[in-house]
């Protein structure tokens, strides 16, 4: 494998740190990637060199902003194969993006009744903003099971679509247990009965290659800032037949084409959905982010992961009383995990005082947790810049923290 790590974690300042005088450790990419110097000089630069608000101004500032800007939305549509720059979105977030969704093709779509079918794995993000625009519209929400192993039971999906059906929300990966889920075979079936699927990419972009044509996924979203770019950027692909369709999500500065008391008349794809000023600093240093991944090129980033993954696996398995819950084979850089007699947030605390940032709790899944009658978990999730010397160094953390209880 034409792998660099050292040159890639020399791109990451903050890894050289210690936290409690001991070697830092990042276990959790899942919530938030560490970001690369070339992310952090872009912000610089934009602002040193060429800021101004951007498609508003007549002047070279602004031009100048408004061509990076507009830069990175054609990369991000050769990023994960759009037909066309219409169909990439900006917003704030993942969650931003499926509210989008759920409140504008909610609107259009859905009617008293009707039903939407959510995986019983997703994260809060991807459950809460159907269950309020079903709530508004006397909709209902259909669970898609998975099973002990973590596995989504797609045979049931035949059942449960009906005449009722108005879409499918599933994520690519899970947060929590780290399935990579068949999201082609469950668009294909959703297809058969023309209903159109939301695919939640939040935790698939940074690790494994989207096409959204390949996949024909209706909508995909996901995060800059698990994908080693900013915070406070997301994207929303949607094919342009439904954006096209569905009423704007906010209205405001740029969404729009004429104002009078009269009435309004809204601005082109995808603007009509972009109200106000975006966050012009975050999404143009995100171009830096998807050239990194780019550059390292994200087979190599999966295979580099699943190593990692394996090695990890096949350690904590070695420790008595530890319970992993997600052990799918298609499976991301993600393990969850509880020790018998501990409490995830105490095994937290501990590994934190040694340099160990990892996550614990409900990872904002509870039905997940509710799956296996569990509180909560401790969770690792990798990046292009962990390595094997670190999972030792958490597993001999671990070793020693267990011997506490
Ligand atoms: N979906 C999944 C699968 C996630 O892991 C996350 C973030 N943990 C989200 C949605 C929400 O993403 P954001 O907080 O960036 O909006």
């Known amino acids: 494998m034409n792998y660099d790590i050292d040159k890639i974690r020399s791109y990451f300042p903050v890894l050289k740190k210690e936290v409690y005088n001991k070697p830092f450790i990042y276990f959790d990419s899942a919530a938030s ?5 070339q992310v952090l000089m872009k912000e610089e630069e934009l602002h040193n060199e060429y800021y101004g608000n951007i498609h508003r101004g007549a002047h070279y500032m602004a ?3 408004t061509n990076d800007f507009e830069g990175v939305r054609e990369k991000i549509k050769t990023f994960i194969n759009a037909t066309s720059t219409k169909e990439i979105v ?6 931003e993006s499926i509210n989008l969704v759920a409140s504008s093709f909610c609107e259009r779509f859905v009617a008293e009744g009707d039903e939407i079918i959510v995986s019983e794995m997703e994260h809060h993000a991807n459950i809460v903003p159907w269950q309020l625009a079903a709530e508004r519209k006397g909709a209902r929400i259909v669970k898609l099971p998975f099973n002990d192993s973590g596995i989504l ?19 690519h990966v899970s947060n929590v247990l780290g399935t990579i889920n068949p999201v ?17 990419g939040a935790q698939a972009a940074p690790h494994v290659k989207i096409d959204v044509q390949d996949l024909d996924a209706d909508f995909y979203v996901f995060s800059a800032h698990k994908m080693y770019g900013p915070n406070g950027v997301g994207i929303l692909f949607g ?10 999500y906010q209205g405001g500065g740029e969404m729009i084409s004429e104002v009078s008391f009269e009435g309004t008349t809204f601005n082109d794809l995808p603007y009509k959905f972009e109200a106000g000023t975006p966050h012009i600093t975050g999404v143009i240093a995100f171009g830096a982010a998807i050239d990194l991944i780019n550059e390292t090129g994200l087979e190599n980033l999966t295979a580099w992961e699943h190593s990692l993954l394996e090695y990890a696996t096949a350690k904590l398995k070695e420790i008595e009383g530890l319970r992993i819950y997600g052990e799918a084979t298609q499976k991301s850089g993600v393990i969850s995990f509880n020790i018998e007699g501990v409490h995830s947030y105490d095994l937290a605390m501990l590994l934190d005082k040694m340099g160990v940032a990892l996550r614990s709790g409900h990872l904002c899944a509870d039905t997940v947790m509710a799956h296996y009658n569990i509180p909560g978990c401790i969770r690792i999730s990798f990046g292009m810049y962990n390595t094997k010397a670190e999972i030792d160094a958490f597993w001999e953390a671990l070793n020693k923290v267990r011997m506490m209880f």
């Not at 900006?90 to 969650?95: D, E, H, R, S």
């Not at 039971?153 to 994520?171: P, Y």
């Open 239 to 248: 094919k342009e037949k439904w954006l096209n369709e569905m009423p704007p």
């Open 63 to 65: 031009d100048k902003a």
């Open 90 to 95: 900006f917003t704030k977030g993942t969650t």
């Open 184 to 200: 082609k075979e469950i668009i294909n079936i959703a297809h058969h009965s023309d209903v159109p699927v939301l695919v939640d």
């Open 33 to 37: 990637s560490q970001k690369p110097v």
């Open 153 to 171: 039971e797609i045979e049931r999906l035949i059942e449960l679509i009906s005449d009722k059906t108005k879409l499918i929300s599933v994520a």
